[in-house]
């Protein structure tokens, strides 16, 4: 007798069928994990590190990996292991407080270009055009050299040249929604404009943006690096990816090990977020879930 | 009947649309009235701006709109020239209005209960356990089956009568005075066209609620209107009470209209339908806008610009031969 394929329950729930989904996502799963291994390494650093990164040994430059330092030392005979794992949480904070700042501002203005048009959609949208007139990078390196070095001058820059694409991206999933019978439905039961927006249009436009968001990481991360290896971003003696792979491509023939090791941490966390991104558009595009 | 006070007075509404070139009037001297407690139909092609009447109570006619002349009396307000947030507060409240589309009428992401208690969270201040409860019961009251459990569906776990029926919850929330209905039942089954037709006269029935039912379909009007105002090309054409409208149309539009009703028993070949279209609002015919297409013009409709005028009885109509069609009908009889 053929097997009767069963049924499963009809009212199966949202959240259990997105996670049911999520695991058959070899994108979003190989993802996540890798996202996972960072953040853990990020938040306990401190703690997992063998060495205190700051520690110089003229003694022991140089160390090849293995032996005493799992990853060797560098020129200064700091851990590199230990620094990679502090580089880690460097990386990771500048990357949350960007994202916070720009899908704040961008998710905010966008919202307001779309929903309200008028004069307010034109200086917000007119603003953006001028913002991506310049190459993202190069504006990025423009503010920081400007602003001075820091931590706080790297996460200015790099807001400044993402919010843009978040404000687009959500302004225009708003004039789509605008034409939606049950945003018409809420003004015409006396809904006020700010509870629209944000019980009603922000639900909707959620999930396109944290598929942008965490693609966004990758870049953000990519990019801060970018700002240390040119020497403008966070400063010594605070380890940071970007300058370790300058240091260590200085020292590149006779001992890759710095360069090598601190662009695979690199490489592991920007592909991470770009698979843990991928998947999520798999799963929350309609368009591309089913294929 | 006439001594009671208009609940909504519409006196000569005229509405343009701003566009790059042109003002359009899309509405021209509109008048209506309803009183508290009646159904008014409001009848009309596609184009003819039953739409846009309705949208010029709510208040919610779009930025390139805008009230010309004419006045929007609502329960002792004037509505035209009133504040955006005392227009809004009012929407929901004393006037709700639902639509064609029950299938995107609602939030997606919302569960209906929610849907439906915010217009008391937002009206009434209601804390999120009372709106839920009041949601519940509202569900109920339009025979919503097992409501508390269908309260915490979201819209697409409903057919298309039930999401009417929601709405109708949405709107009956703050037992307003005034519902206005765009095409509700137009998107639904006919059986379940009745059951709404039917839930929405018991509703006025136990709350004195009036209905301005916007449609296409005389014969939603027919079962529900007292009161029939018809429109063409943005003016009313004929306005009289729902049995002298059907039983001696005074307009020839309106005669028309009535005769394009497929019947089951006066069977013709073909359908009759009204040849032409419905002008638009740049292109409005000289003298009487219906006579490119009405069969009994002559020169005088061809030249002269017609208003509504009162008929025997109460009712009136935009056409100067009424009178004399009125008399034919009652010879004929």
Same mark, same amino acid.
């Given at each position: 007798?053929?097997?009767?394929?069963?049924?499963?329950?009809?009212?199966?729930?949202?959240?259990? $069928?997105?996670?049911?989904?999520?695991?058959?996502?070899?994108?979003?799963?190989?993802?996540?994990?890798?996202?996972s291994?960072?953040?853990?390494v #990020?938040?306990?650093?401190?703690?997992?590190?063998?060495y $205190?990164y700051?520690?110089?040994?003229?003694?022991a430059?140089?160390?090849?990996?293995?032996? +005493?330092?799992?990853?060797?030392?560098?020129?200064?005979? /700091?851990?590199?292991?230990?620094?990679?794992?502090?580089?880690? /949480?460097?990386?990771?904070?500048?990357?949350?407080? %960007?994202?916070? *700042?720009?899908?704040?501002? !961008?998710?905010?203005?966008?919202?307001?270009?779309?929903?309200?048009? !008028?004069?307010?959609?034109?200086?917000?949208?007119?603003?953006?055009?001028? *913002?991506?007139?310049?190459? +993202?990078?190069?504006?990025?390196?423009?503010?920081?050299?400007?602003?001075?070095? !820091?931590?706080?001058?790297?996460?200015?820059?790099?807001?400044?040249?993402?919010?843009p694409?978040?404000? /687009?991206?959500?302004?225009?999933?708003?004039?789509?929604l605008? +034409?939606?019978?049950? %945003? $018409?439905?809420?003004?015409?039961?006396?809904? /006020?404009?700010?509870?629209?927006?944000?019980?009603?249009?922000?639900?909707?436009?959620?999930?396109?943006?944290?598929?942008?968001?965490?693609?966004?990481?990758?870049?953000?991360?990519? #990019? +801060?690096?970018?700002?240390?290896?040119?020497?403008?971003?966070?400063?010594?003696?605070?380890?940071?990816?970007?300058?370790?792979?300058?240091?260590?491509?200085?020292?590149?023939?006779t001992?890759?090990?710095?360069?090598?090791?601190?662009?695979?941490?690199?490489?592991?966390?920007?592909?991470?977020?770009n698979?843990?991104? $991928?998947?999520?558009?798999?799963?929350?595009?309609?368009?591309?879930?089913?294929? | 009947?006439s001594?009671?006070?208009? =609940?909504?007075?519409?006196?000569?509404?005229?509405?343009?649309?701003?566009?790059?070139?042109?003002?359009?009037?899309?509405?021209?001297?509109?008048?209506?009235?309803?009183?508290?407690?009646?159904?008014?139909?409001?009848?009309?092609?596609?184009?003819?701006?039953?739409?846009?009447?309705?949208?010029?109570?709510?208040?919610?006619?779009?930025?390139?709109?805008?009230?010309?002349?004419?006045?929007?009396?609502?329960?002792?307000?004037?509505?035209?020239?009133?504040?955006?947030?005392?227009?809004?507060?009012?929407?929901?409240?004393?006037?709700?209005?639902?639509?064609?589309?029950?299938?995107?009428?609602?939030?997606?992401?919302?569960?209906?209960?929610?849907?439906?208690?915010?217009?008391?969270v937002?009206?009434?201040?209601?804390?999120?356990?009372?709106?839920?409860?009041?949601?519940?019961?509202?569900?109920?009251?339009?025979?919503?089956?097992?409501?508390?459990?269908?309260?915490?569906?979201?819209p697409?776990?409903?057919?298309?009568?039930?999401?009417?029926r929601?709405?109708?919850?949405?709107?009956?929330a703050?037992?307003?005075?005034?519902?206005?209905?765009?095409?509700?039942?137009t998107?639904?089954?006919?059986?379940?066209?009745?059951?709404?037709l039917?839930?929405?006269?018991?509703?006025?029935?136990?709350?004195?609620?009036?209905?301005?039912?916007?449609?296409?379909d005389?014969?939603?009007?027919?079962?529900?209107?007292?009161?029939?105002?018809?429109?063409?090309?943005?003016?009313?054409?004929?306005?009289?009470?729902?049995?002298?409208?059907?039983?001696?149309?005074?307009?020839?539009?309106?005669?028309?209209?009535?005769?394009?009703?497929?019947?089951?028993?006066?069977?013709?070949?073909?359908?009759?339908?009204?040849?032409?279209?419905?002008?638009?609002?740049?292109?409005?015919?000289?003298g009487? @806008?219906?006579?490119?297409?009405?069969?009994?013009?002559?020169?005088?409709?061809?030249?002269?610009?017609?208003?509504?005028?009162?008929l025997?009885?109460?009712?009136?109509?935009?056409?100067? @031969?009424?009178?004399?069609? =009125?008399?034919?009908?009652?010879a004929a009889?």
């Amino acid at each position: 007798m053929r097997q009767v394929p069963v049924i499963g329950p009809i009212r199966r729930g949202l959240q259990s $069928d997105f996670a049911l989904r999520f695991r058959r996502s070899r994108n979003a799963m190989i993802g996540s994990v890798l996202v996972s291994i960072v953040l853990v390494v #990020a938040i306990f650093a401190p703690w997992l590190a063998p060495y $205190d990164y700051e520690q110089i040994n003229m003694l022991a430059i140089w160390r090849p990996p293995g032996g +005493e330092h799992l990853l060797g030392t560098d020129a200064l005979g /700091r851990d590199v292991f230990s620094r990679i794992l502090i580089g880690a /949480r460097v990386s990771l904070t500048v990357a949350g407080s %960007v994202l916070a *700042i720009t899908l704040t501002i !961008g998710v905010t203005l966008g919202m307001i270009a779309g929903y309200f048009g !008028g004069w307010a959609e034109t200086i917000i949208m007119r603003t953006v055009d001028i *913002i991506f007139a310049f190459p +993202e990078l190069i504006l990025a390196i423009l503010v920081a050299a400007v602003l001075g070095t !820091g931590t706080t001058t790297v996460i200015i820059a790099l807001s400044l040249v993402w919010w843009p694409g978040i404000a /687009r991206l959500t302004r225009s999933l708003v004039l789509s929604l605008r +034409e939606e019978m049950f %945003v $018409d439905a809420a003004i015409a039961s006396g809904t /006020r404009s700010w509870r629209i927006l944000l019980r009603h249009l922000l639900p909707n436009i959620a999930s396109p943006i944290i598929v942008r968001a965490s693609v966004g990481v990758g870049f953000i991360i990519m #990019a +801060e690096a970018t700002l240390s290896f040119l020497g403008i971003g966070v400063q010594e003696p605070t380890p940071t990816w970007g300058g370790m792979i300058r240091d260590g491509l200085a020292a590149l023939r006779t001992d890759p090990h710095l360069a090598l090791f601190t662009s695979l941490a690199l490489a592991i966390t920007i592909i991470g977020f770009n698979l843990l991104g $991928d998947g999520l558009r798999d799963l929350l595009d309609p368009k591309v879930r089913d294929q | 009947m006439s001594v009671r006070e208009p =609940l909504l007075q519409v006196d000569g509404l005229t509405v343009e649309f701003a566009t790059l070139r042109h003002r359009l009037k899309v509405l021209e001297d509109v008048s209506l009235t309803v009183h508290p407690g009646e159904i008014v139909g409001l009848v009309g092609e596609s184009g003819s701006g039953k739409s846009v009447t309705a949208m010029s109570v709510m208040g919610l006619l779009p930025d390139i709109a805008g009230v010309a002349s004419g006045s929007i009396g609502f329960d002792g307000t004037e509505l035209t020239g009133l504040s955006r947030k005392a227009m809004r507060e009012m929407r929901g409240r004393d006037m709700a209005m639902i639509f064609q589309e029950p299938m995107t009428s609602l939030n997606p992401v919302h569960t209906v209960s929610f849907q439906i208690g915010e217009v008391l969270v937002e009206h009434f201040g209601a804390s999120p356990a009372q709106a839920h409860a009041k949601a519940v019961e509202l569900m109920a009251a339009v025979g919503i089956p097992d409501a508390a459990r269908r309260a915490l569906d979201y819209p697409h776990q409903l057919s298309g009568g039930m999401r009417q029926r929601v709405m109708i919850a949405m709107a009956m929330a703050c037992q307003p005075k005034l519902l206005l209905a765009d095409e509700p039942t137009t998107a639904l089954d006919v059986t379940i066209q009745a059951q709404i037709l039917d839930l929405m006269r018991s509703l006025r029935d136990q709350f004195n609620m009036a209905i301005l039912m916007i449609t296409h379909d005389l014969g939603v009007i027919a079962q529900m209107a007292e009161r029939v105002v018809v429109m063409y090309a943005g003016q009313v054409v004929e306005e009289g009470t729902a049995a002298q409208i059907f039983d001696r149309p005074a307009h020839p539009y309106t005669r028309l209209l009535i005769r394009s009703i497929p019947s089951a028993r006066h069977k013709s070949a073909r359908l009759d339908a009204i040849p032409g279209s419905t002008p638009s609002a740049h292109a409005f015919p000289q003298g009487c @806008r219906f006579h490119p297409r009405c069969p009994e013009a002559v020169d005088r409709c061809r030249t002269e610009t017609q208003a509504l005028h009162g008929l025997p009885e109460g009712r009136s109509s935009r056409c100067w @031969r009424s009178l004399e069609a =009125l008399q034919d009908t009652v010879a004929a009889s």
